[in-house]
Each structure stands twice: as C-alpha cells, then as structure tokens.
T-cell receptor, first 112, second 115 residues
Framework: GDSVTQMEGPVTLSEEAFLTINCTYT??????LFWYVQYPGEGLQLLLK?????DKGSNKGFEATYRKETTSFHLEKGSVQVSDSAVYFC???????????FGSGTRLSIRP | NAGVTQTPKFQVLKTGQSMTLQCAQD?????MYWYRQDPGMGLRLIYY???????DKGEVPNGYNVSRLNKREFSLRLESAAPSQTSVYFC??????????????FGPGTRLLVL
C-alpha cells in the first residue's frame, strides 16, 4: 500500500542555517504530496503541497519539489528562524484514495 | 468561521469509563476524520466519514466508535477506556473531492489521559 518515509528527528539547527527534511514515498499512480506543520500545542496545518510531478510547493520561505523519478518531496528552507520550531509531517493522497497517509513526523528545534 | 472545533481540550478518565469526544466544522466539508497522535508514531487514522451518513474504519479502530451526526458533527466514543488509549486526538475535515488535491483542516486536539 501507499506509504511515506521521512527522516527521523529531532533536528536541531542554529538560526539562519539551511534546512532539509527528507521525505520519500511509495504509491501507485500520481498522488498529491503535502507538508503539514504542527506548532507546539496546536493541530496540524497545511504548509505546502504539490499535485503533479515537477511541481514546486512553497510557503513562508519553505519549498518542496515533487520528484517522481526519485519518489521524493524533500522540504527545504534557506534560512530558518526560531519561530520555525515545530513538528513537520510529510503526507500523500492517492488520486483514488479517500484518506491522507502521514509520515511519522520530524521535530525541528532552532537555537537562537 | 471557527474552522474545526473540538471539545473537551483535556480529559482524565479512569480505566473502564466511557466518554465522547466532540468535533464540529463550519466549512461545509463533506469528509471528516479522527486521528490519534502518539510519540514517535505520527498520526494514525481511527475512523473517517466520507460523507454524511457513512463511516469507515481506519488504521486503528479497535476500542472506538463514531457517529456522523450531521454534516457538521463527527463524534468519537470510547465505551470502556484503557490506558493504551492515552493519546492526543485530532479531528480533521476536508472539502469535496477534487481529484487528489484536497487537503485536511485540523482541530486543536483533545489530550486524553486514562489512568
């Protein structure tokens, strides 16, 4: 079945560092791919998404490109801030599926 | 427009007690979901409802029941709580299907502790 694998955390970086959180997926057909973010004490919220191969999703300085050849959707940000500290979830939804499949989450902590 | 709301925010139960977690959305979404979140496990789907009047099991349905009361409300019931059900529970909803592009909107969560 469909699945998502993302890098384990926690990831700790200094402010203004470059961020990459790896995500790979297994799915049949052409799923949509998502990154959700969960700030402390809150529910998940959509950060960005891409619906077809080579699409780039972007929001709040974060980017991820849908790479079908490598079945990947890695999250990147050029210069992280303390306010980016959160848990990040990679997810996919197949074209015929009614459910979203979430990865296990990666906790990111940014030091001032 | 409150989005997805959940009550209560926090609950402590004794083993064997029952309770119902409430969820409501005001976005006219068709689909609603219940997840549990445990450390290191990410989100696991308990039950979902693709539309009013239908419910389906997710990944971890044992020990839970759900009711899609109407289009707005989707409740989760624990008939006989167990310590293994200690978790944070999230409700989510999503708009009508548009291929695979739909996203989910989450409530703030209910933190449940079963002693």
């Amino acid at each position: 079945g469909d699945s998502v694998t993302q890098m384990e955390g926690p990831v700790t970086l200094s402010e203004e560092a470059f961020l990459t959180i790896n995500c790979t997926y297994t799915a049949t057909g052409y799923p949509s791919l998502f990154w959700y973010v969960q700030y402390p004490g809150e529910g998940l919220q959509l950060l960005l998404k891409a619906t077809k191969a080579d699409d780039k999703g972007s929001n709040k300085g974060f980017e991820a490109t849908y790479r079908k050849e490598t079945t990947s959707f890695h999250l990147e940000k050029g210069s992280v801030q303390v306010s980016d500290s959160a848990v990040y979830f990679c997810a996919l939804k197949g074209s015929s599926a009614s459910k979203i499949i979430f990865g296990s989450g990666t906790r990111l902590s940014i030091r001032p | 427009n409150a989005g997805v709301t959940q009550t209560p925010k926090f609950q402590v139960l004794k083993t064997g007690q029952s309770m119902t977690l409430q969820c409501a959305q005001d976005m006219n979404h068709n689909s609603m979901y219940w997840y549990r979140q445990d450390p290191g496990m990410g989100l696991r789907l308990i039950y979902y409802s693709a539309s009013e009047g239908t419910t389906d099991k997710g990944e971890v349905p044992n020990g839970y029941n759900v009711s899609r009361l109407n289009k707005r409300e989707f409740s989760l019931r624990l008939e006989s709580a167990a310590p293994s059900q200690t978790s944070v529970y999230f409700c989510a909803s999503s708009p009508p299907r548009d291929g695979s592009k739909e996203t989910q909107y989450f409530g703030p969560g209910t933190r449940l502790l079963v002693l």
